[in-house]
């Protein structure tokens, strides 16, 4: 996180203050619509407010995936005490993310009603500064981890590497040797050594010594088994990466028709209060803070006795739950919602209805995201980590987008928005059916996962130790010609 990490919070604090002076001043913003058609905004306005949202965006993108991987390096790893909070730190730091979503979707929707957008976002502007200086005091007692380089290079470098050795004729055979550097660390600077495995055996090519003359710090020509075993631990995560996106694109519906739904709903709460819809997935919120604590305190030492591991789950168990109740959650959607369009008088079902599918939702998010974070963090490498934490980070974005494919091609494939499932009325609409489509969706998606997580090998799983500087492997050479064949099929594909 640093030294960069304050780089990208100034980015996001800069951005933070130009999108308050663009809600707050007149000659940054159009004129408040009052008929139509409205004024539009300038050249200039459009130019401010975007230059603002990059800002936002940039320092969003710097600081986030840095975040957890930060805070769960304060622990150390070989300290069983400190392992064991380390874990628990991913509870807590989902716990202080719905904390702030339920500030956000609550006290600042009511601020940005009653006084405006200026306020709106006047007030995350200060709570961002305050966070700055806050983080700032902590500086002197932080453990840091030394900064090693870009991944992707070393990844492309392997890559590169692998094939050219491929087409040069190499074949990992009895008397192949696969390079090392002698040294106590590895040639990653700040990173530990990492014991070759089986699996990849086609990026083994790119440690293999083909000529003992040529030169060995070209790690465009031969890498070390370290860098090689570094790029396949990225590889081994990318399926259940790709897995469990199919729960970011359920949970984009918790913005976009979950809160559509309660807008035409019922929303009193008592003779005097109405909820915003804007505030609806509260719901979700309360219950991932209920769900934390209950299972942190209470259900982790009772699946531990049943388990016999220390965290009760394992993180792909964890994801896996989260993934099965995701079904479930959107199939309550479903049944509600046929509920609602079925009842005789639409605005009088109470937005209270939605509350098994914003349950479910959350109890999914919980399970799912927690263990992601635990997963990717665990089965990174040290010089991978805040990579792993990215790749996690864009399934929201992965999810959001492919949701938006996913309605615009029922519109088209069901009639469009005048005659199809999901029409301009929702109370015309079959959102039911839209709801039963993405439960099919996790169904497969589930069984899916099930089998990426069964073939999953952690980056520990097997292999032998590459302490020397230059390593025989011994392979049986008939068996490994026709894997070798097969692995180069596979990463090319």
Not at 90 to 111: C, D, E, Q, S
């Amino acid at each position: 996180m640093y030294p960069k990490g304050p780089m990208f919070f100034f980015f996001l604090s800069q951005g933070m203050i130009l999108l308050t002076l663009s809600a707050s001043i007149d000659s940054l913003r159009p004129p408040q619509c009052t008929a139509r058609p409205c004024i539009k905004a300038t050249g200039n306005q459009s130019g401010f407010l975007f230059v603002a949202l990059a800002l936002i965006a940039l320092g969003t993108g710097g600081i986030k995936p840095c975040v957890s991987s930060f805070g769960a390096d304060q622990f150390d790893g070989a300290d069983e005490k400190e392992a064991q909070k380390k874990y628990s730190f991913f509870n807590w730091f989902f716990f202080a993310i719905n904390m702030g979503a339920i500030l956000g979707i609550t006290l600042l929707v009511y601020v940005e009603e009653k006084t405006g957008y200026g306020w709106g976002f006047g007030v995350p502007t200060v709570a961002i500064v305050c966070s700055i200086l806050i983080l700032a005091a902590g500086i002197p007692f932080y453990r840091y981890q030394k900064p090693m380089g870009s991944p992707f290079t070393r990844f492309l470098q392997v890559l590169v590497a692998s094939i050219r050795n491929h087409f040069h004729g190499a074949q990992l055979k009895r008397e192949a040797v696969l390079y090392e550097v002698d040294s106590m660390e590895s040639d990653i600077f700040g990173a530990r050594k990492l014991t070759r495995t089986n699996q990849y055996r086609f990026l083994d090519k790119a440690a293999m010594v083909i000529d003992p003359e040529a030169n060995t710090k070209n790690r465009w020509r031969l890498c070390t088994v370290t860098q090689v075993e570094e790029f396949k631990s990225f590889v081994r995560i990318l399926p259940v990466w790709a897995s469990t996106i199919a729960l970011s694109i359920s949970f984009a519906q918790l913005s976009t028709f979950f809160i559509s739904q309660a807008t035409i709903m019922d929303r009193k709460l008592g003779p005097h209060f109405n909820i915003p819809a804007g505030s609806v997935p509260v719901f979700s919120a309360i219950n991932a803070l209920l769900l934390v604590p209950i299972y942190e305190i209470w259900m982790v030492p009772i699946l531990r006795k049943h388990t016999g591991h220390r965290r009760g789950l394992t993180s792909l168990q964890r994801m896996g739950v989260g993934l099965f109740i995701s079904i479930f959650a959107m199939a309550s959607a479903a049944l509600v919602e046929k509920k609602r369009r079925d009842h005789p008088d639409l605005s009088s079902l109470t937005v209270f209805w939605l509350l098994p599918q914003f349950f479910l939702i959350g109890t999914a998010e919980v399970f799912t995201y927690v263990g992601q974070l635990e997963f990717f963090y665990e089965e990174a490498t040290d010089g991978t980590r805040s990579i792993s934490s990215a790749m996690f980070l864009s399934e929201i974005g992965i999810g959001s987008w492919l949701s938006t494919a996913i309605v615009k091609i029922i519109e088209r494939a069901t009639g469009g928005e005048q005659t199809g499932w999901l029409r301009n009325d929702l109370n015309k609409s079959r959102l039911d059916n839209f709801y039963w489509v993405l439960a099919i969706i996790n169904a497969a998606n589930f069984l899916k996962y099930l089998w990426v997580a069964r073939r999953y090998k952690g980056k520990n799983g097997m292999g032998q130790s590459t302490a020397r500087v230059e390593n025989s492997v011994e392979l049986d050479a008939a068996d490994e010609v026709k894997k070798d064949k097969g692995e180069f099929q596979s990463m090319v594909l």
